[in-house]
């Protein structure tokens, strides 16, 4: 078994064996125009924009929480067919989701009419 020999740093693209004797310094690898990065600038406003987005997510959740712990009180419910029990929180979120889904059809409906124009 040989041991590994020990080899002068050099600069890469030289020859090792011309360099003069003593402790050489690598330097480092000239970047091409193309790699060289601008120094990064913040966004503030997209910062500032997710800050604020996170702060109402935070607000619309605490009140969300407090409505369903205010309204555990059950209700009768009359569909077409028949009456049924439910609590009041699940009622209002079904008629919420109901609403929503009127409210987006009747927005896809809008913009095909609109595209078909």
Known sequence: MTTPENRP???????????SPGPVTPTPPAQAPSQVQAPRQRNTGRTIGRTLALTLLLFVTVLLVLFVMFNTQTVRVSLV??????PLVLALLIAAVLGALVIGLLGAVLRARRRNR
């Open 9 to 19: 740093v050099s600069a890469p693209g030289t020859d090792p064996t011309l360099a």
């Open 81 to 86: 067919f028949a009456d049924v029990d439910a």
